[in-house]
């Protein structure tokens, strides 16, 4: 399998270097990759690709295919710092998580987006159903 995934050349996958998963040749990461070392793609192309099967996407209307994206570390930009204003947006969105639609309370923990409520507000609400 991982033969048909093999073209380094991009002859038959749309002019992209291609790769079978674990790989890719030195000097080359995925987004996640540069992250872990401090760095960001920069407004890079995409240098090459990573193709593998992963049975966890095999699904009717899915293609079980995954794909990453590989860009050059040598050109990868140090990821910009974070200034107070992105600090103060962050927790206000991650305090915004916490409060509860129902009681308006914060809950102390993020609110499961499952159940759109804090714990307690849900199981009051299935009580009063039984």
């Known amino acids: 399998m991982a033969g048909r995934f093999w073209d380094p050349d991009g002859t038959r996958h ?12 030195e000097g080359l ?25 992963s ?14 994206y590989l860009y050059r570390i040598d050109r990868a930009l140090p990821v910009r710092p974070m200034t107070p204003a992105k600090w103060a947006a962050l927790a206000k969105a991650n305090t915004a ?12 923990y993020v609110v499961p987006t499952s159940l759109g409520m804090c714990v307690t507000c849900h199981d009051s609400e299935e009580r009063r159903a039984a």
Do not use: H, M, N
Request: net charge positive.
């Open 55 to 68: 049975s966890r996407y095999r699904r009717k209307g899915r293609s079980p295919v995954r794909v990453a």
């Open 97 to 108: 998580r916490r409060i509860c639609t129902e009681c308006r309370t914060d809950a102390g």
């Open 14 to 25: 749309g002019g992209i270097p291609t790769y079978p998963f674990r790989l890719a040749p």
């Open 29 to 53: 990461a995925t987004r996640r990759q540069l992250r872990a070392a401090g760095l960001r793609p920069g407004g890079q192309d995409i240098a090459a690709q990573l193709l593998w099967y």
